[in-house]
């Protein structure tokens, strides 16, 4: 053995995910080594707190507080940035590509919002930058897309990419509850973050979705150019009307191209999608996504989103391809991210061309011409209604009207709920949600 190359790594976080990964990895380690050929050592570790207790034990002398100084050290050729954020992280990851080294991150938020910068840097100094474990956790999507399906195109992609907020919707359905109290319990269990904002208002999947939507189509999108609504405003309701129409509800991210007019959409919100489709049928915490390719058809993939071990199982392949490529045995099939070939040209759809059949929930004054009033104000913006139910509100004096559309434009649907809302007999703002029409 003393003749086998050495690889080392370096660990910067060591918090969920990097424990999961060395645990997983020094039990799989002798294996991993046979196959490439190589010795793979675990050399450094940064966090935070040195003190702090850990649920897997690693000797002291390996721990350092300086994650800069763990990412440039010369001895180690693979740095796993899992720290989360983009301050840190990002110097950390770039100064490490710098020096020609291979990143692995599972940070969905710096790639969204670095991401260009990220890999031109890697590019230009001849290194890689790995991230399994930023999409959809143990679940394999970034290799499908990249390599497994890589000779095809992409007309949509979408599915559930946040395990909390399907944790919560599956909740409201099954047990008749409202968002606040799951979204406790989910809090209580550990499904959800102190600070729910970035779940579930839908950011964190935009985050994934971007990434998803570069790999894809070879173009960066920013949350801020997307349609990104979230789960807060769904009720127990929703869910019950939603069954009457034959659909359940997810938190999607739905990336579409038009090839015929080379535009692409990118958006996250709640969907009713059809009983009978498979993802409306991923329950808990798991994560699922549907991709359609022109060669191929259409092939999904269910798991687990999120949690230490699929983490660690998507961070630990990564560090096997690294190194697989520091040996030069993989670089002939994995291509680097980075030449993905500019297969863009593509723009993005404005909101008149994003097209999509609506559900659309009203609080109503219970008096009559109300609902001539809101099919006035739909007929105005050319939205043409589907089906009508009406049902006691939760209010007194109210009722609940659910509409559902045809195929309407996103730019109409938005001018229409300004419009309604402004009308005296609607009494909340109207809740809106999406019809997700796949054909699959
Ligand atoms: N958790 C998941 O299920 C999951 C799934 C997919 C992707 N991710 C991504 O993986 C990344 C890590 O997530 P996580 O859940 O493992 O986070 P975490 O449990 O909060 O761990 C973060 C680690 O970074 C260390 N750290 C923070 N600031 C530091 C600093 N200034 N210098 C050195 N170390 C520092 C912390 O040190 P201390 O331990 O001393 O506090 C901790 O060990 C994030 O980008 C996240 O989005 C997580």
Redesign the pocket.
Known sequence: MSQTPVIRIGL?????????VWKHFTRSRTELENRLGVRLELHRV?????R?A?SVRIPAARL????LAVATDPSIQIVC?????TG??RELTLAALRLGKSVV??????ICAHGAEIFATAHRHGGHFLFE??VA?GIPIIKALREGLVANRFPHIYGILN?TCNYILTQMEEQDAPYKSVLAEAKRMGYAEADEALDVQGW?TAHKASVLAWLAHGVWVKPAQMVVEGIDRITPADFKNAAVLGYGIKLLAVIARDFSSDELSVRVHPTLLPVGNVIANVSGVFNAISVTGDVVGTTLYIGR????D??AS?VISDIVDAAALLRGGKSAYQPAAETLPARNGCRLAPPEHIKCRYYLRLTVRDQPGVLARVASVMARHHISIASVIQNPAEVADAASLVLTTHQSHERAMRSTLRDLARLASVLERPVLLRIGDFND
């Open positions: 910067c976080g060591f918090g969920t995910v990097g424990q999961g940064a966090v935070r707190k040195l702090k850990r350092t507080v300086d994650a940035e899992l720290i989360g954020g840190l992280a991150s599972a940070n969905k938020a710096l474990a930023s956790g395990g964190d989103g999120a949690g230490q699929a983490t998507a």
